[in-house]
């Protein structure tokens, strides 16, 4: 048998089955990590760098970009080339990309290194899952999906904690510097011990066009809405760029739309990135019109966060960083519940219930000022949104892979993590300029803060409208397939809050996990 073709055949508690499970954990949280624990670095760099507030949106933005929008791509080059070597690719490029974001000299040499590591991410993401689905028994991979979700969010609760100790102890430089070695373990690993794997009916020609006019879309907007009201670029380099970003995605839609007709007409053309009769679903889409609410919501709460808690709060990096575990242990706690409850009486209720919980948290965040206390300030605003959140994500992916076709199970997982990604990327570009969160804003305590107030307004009537559009357009039979069959909640054991997970597709075929 071709290497591409072997069986799973791994067991999950076996030597192989455990050094699998490693590469896979450690990727995935190098890349998961980087994209939260930057956030407590702020402050810091903004000072050593001389960045004003776009430039501190760039260095998360940059990133998210290329993330959002080559991820899709990513796990098309893995299905053809082999998971394990894109995977690998990936890990090294964002270990290359990591060490150019350590010297950085200035914030533009940052920005473009943090759009490297997004493609880096973008390659290994999809890898992670894809290598599980591809290497392990039938009965194991359930198991080995859970372990790597449940100690992925381990990582993610030790994450910020661990960057805010780096920055107090060593500097903010070694938040990226420390990917260098995680990343050389990963390798070793993974080349020793995972298994190669290919889809063998990926054929054709990849969509690149696709996904250059996805990123394009995302770029021409980001710039115009982050740059537009601090007035230090021309508003006819603006206006360009934001007619350039609309111009983007109509021709990716168009773009999209031919291939998929060719496609059915059996003309040989790239098979489209983003298959728009997945749209075909009003529940899909109204979903996914939820998630882009809520998690550009949530992009921009946790992007301005932890920057008040230091600007404002005085908090030091390694305490405002560990503020929202509590966010963190309430996913691992409770996400599996929600999805159980979701199950048994419908996704609509705790949607709905969940955001307006989440957008009454973000009010209480707010609040959130001088001389703040943890206890009596910041606890109990990060506990409600954290319930709010816990009762929401797992009922709202769910209701995606419910909503879609089964032969598109892996493509509709795979849109709502970009649309999540491209939310966080868009509301964290317009909202902070908005609330007047502009230029040297972060070196004044009383500016930020009453911008701070205002944006978080904003995040908690997004979250709100979240949950108005939750009440009006999922169903409470949502959870059911098409084919008339339950689904199961997709966060058994942790759900992340940065995006959906990118799910496997169900079986069609052995080792086939994205279309």
Sequence with gaps: MAAGERAPDVRLKSGPGRWILLATVLGSSVAMLDATVVNVALPRLARDLDADMAGLQWTVNAYT??????????????????????????????????????????????????????????????????????????????????AWSGLGGVAGAIGPFAGGWLVEAAGWRWVFLLNVPLSAVVVLVAVRHVPESVDPGARGRFDVLGAVLAAFALAGTTYALTEAPG?????TVIAAAAAGGVAAAVAFVAVERARGGAGRAGRATPRPMLPLEVFASRQFSAVNVVTFVMYGGMGVMFFLFVLNLQVVGGFSPIAAGTALLPVTAAMLLLSARAGALAQKIGPRLPMTVGLAVAAAGTLMVGR???????????????????????????????????????????????VNNAVARAAGLLAVAAIPPLAGLTGDAYDDPSEFSHGFGIAMAVCAVMLAGGAVLSFLTVGDDALRAPSGEAVEPECKHQCGVGAPQLQPEPEAAPGRPHP
């Design 368 to 414: 959130i000022g001088a001389d703040a206390s943890y206890a009596r300030d910041v606890l109990p605003a990060v506990i409600v949104f954290g319930l709010g959140l816990s009762a929401v994500v797992a009922p709202l992916t769910a209701t995606v892979l419910a909503s879609a076709d089964v032969s598109h199970a892996g493509v509709a997982s795979g």
């Design 231 to 235: 007035g230090a670029v021309s508003p």
């Design 65 to 146: 970009l290329t993330l959002a929008g080559f991820i899709l791509l990513g796990g098309s080059l893995g299905d053809r080339y082999g998971r394990r070597r894109i995977f690998l690719l990936g890990v090294v490029w964002f270990a290359v990309a990591s060490v150019l974001c350590g010297v950085a000299q200035n914030i533009e040499m940052l920005v473009v290194s943090r759009a490297l590591q997004g493609v880096g991410g973008a390659l290994l993401t999809p890898g992670s899952l894809a290598i599980i689905q591809a290497s392990f028994t039938a009965d194991d991979r359930p198991r080995a999906v859970g």
